[in-house]
């Protein structure tokens, strides 16, 4: 399986960075046009007994979506995740809605469609399910914010 982070070296990030030993380390997959993520939480990661803290979930679907935003950008050049230039993205907007508490000891899956690419920006919806049942839903715009093809250290400043 090739996860989208694989393909990320340095990323230190909370949600999704493989270097941050107490983060999330979420791995994002391709499931035809859907990108998916399964995750399963701890103890620290509770709001209530038992229930996943709300700003956990939001970061799970913000960090999935970041780097289903970089895999699709790829996909849609027809080009290897780990070919150049490489792309990273960060949250432009991140609305979510919860629909039911989420289950801290529950799987945990993330679903991720792309909606529209445009430019530097990409457009995505996520829902998320515990134990099959989806508990939220999400609307996404990612804003690609390094191209290692560009000057100044791919960092794009607008």
């Known amino acids: 399986m090739k996860y989208f982070q694989d393909y990320m070296p340095g990323n230190i990030c909370f949600g999704c960075g493989k270097s941050h030993e107490d983060g999330l380390n979420i791995m994002s997959y391709w499931d ?10 701890q103890d620290k990661f509770q709001g209530w007994k038992n229930l996943l803290n709300g700003g956990i979930l939001a970061s799970l679907v913000d960090c999935h979506c970041m780097c289903t935003s970089m895999a699709a950008a790829y996909r849609n050049e027809g080009r290897a995740l780990d070919s150049q230039p490489e792309y990273r993205y960060a949250t432009g907007t991140l609305t979510v809605k919860y629909l ?33 049942e989806k ?3 999400a609307n996404v715009v990612a804003l690609r ?7 100044d250290n791919g960092l794009f400043s607008e």
């Open 32 to 41: 035809g046009d859907e990108a998916v993520c399964q995750w399963t939480s």
């Open 135 to 137: 508990t939220a839903e």
């Open 100 to 132: 039911k508490p989420t289950l801290n000891d529950a799987q945990i899956e993330l679903r991720a469609k792309v909606t529209e690419i445009k430019g530097r920006k990409t457009v995505l919806t996520c829902d998320v399910f515990a134990n099959g």
């Open 145 to 151: 914010v390094f191209d290692s093809s560009k000057a």
